[in-house]
């Protein structure tokens, strides 16, 4: 998908290339589903139909272990073990992952260190929103693929994380990939609309 936006750049046409784009999604979706319905008997447990139920399952025996021993545990509310109870928790997964646990969450000092980095791309984040803006840049996520590709990885892989893992100790390790892929979809919006003699230690702020 990522090298099919690059190509249709060529297409002038806005609605045209527009059109390209949400066709070819769509048939990268499609495919995939039909595929995991395919090898839905092989895949058991993990199959379409029962991801929901295990993953409801796994969240309350992982949050009732940590309970127990003390660990930090996270929890993102009571949520019917359905497809649809799942993606409404999108929100609170993608949070949880790229910016928690926040600072009066630390319960072990181990912790603290996966803390400060939230706080950090969290500050970064907001910094670009007021630096940048919503509009400039919801444009340049519309104009530039690369930006795309980028941050619709990291927050696929964010929600995927948030939603399975509910242990902070765990989520510092299992988030790892999505976080370089979040910086440079930042850092390439920033550059895309930063004056011409701004450095980068401005969005910083230092």
């Known amino acids: 998908i990522w090298l099919v936006n690059i190509y249709t750049q060529k297409i002038r046409n806005t609605l045209s290339r527009f059109s390209v784009n949400v066709f070819l999604f769509l048939i990268v979706i499609g495919g995939s589903l039909m595929l995991f319905q395919y090898y839905s008997n092989a895949l ?19 949050s009732y272990v940590s309970e127990l021993e003390s660990g930090s545990s996270y929890d993102l509310g009571n949520f019917s073990p359905t497809l649809g109870g799942i993606i409404s928790r999108i929100p609170q997964a993608i949070n949880v992952t790229l910016f928690r646990p926040y600072i009066w969450e630390v319960r072990k000092p181990i912790v603290l260190l ?12 907001i910094r670009l929103m007021i630096e940048v803006g919503p509009k ?26 948030g939603i399975s893992s509910y242990n902070f100790g765990a989520l510092s390790r299992y988030k790892i990939p999505a976080l370089p892929f979040y910086a440079l979809g930042i850092i390439i919006i920033w550059y895309k609309n930063k004056s011409k003699n701004q450095k980068f230690f401005s969005l910083l702020n230092i």
Do not use: M
């Open 44 to 62: 058991g447990k993990y199959s379409i139909a029962e991801i929901s139920t295990t993953s409801n399952t796994t969240r309350r025996w992982i």
């Open 114 to 125: 996966s803390a400060i980095e939230s706080l950090l791309f969290f500050l970064l984040t």
């Open 136 to 161: 400039r840049i919801y444009r340049t996520i519309l104009r530039e693929p690369t930006v795309r590709f980028c941050l619709l990885f990291s927050l696929i892989f964010s929600f995927s994380v």
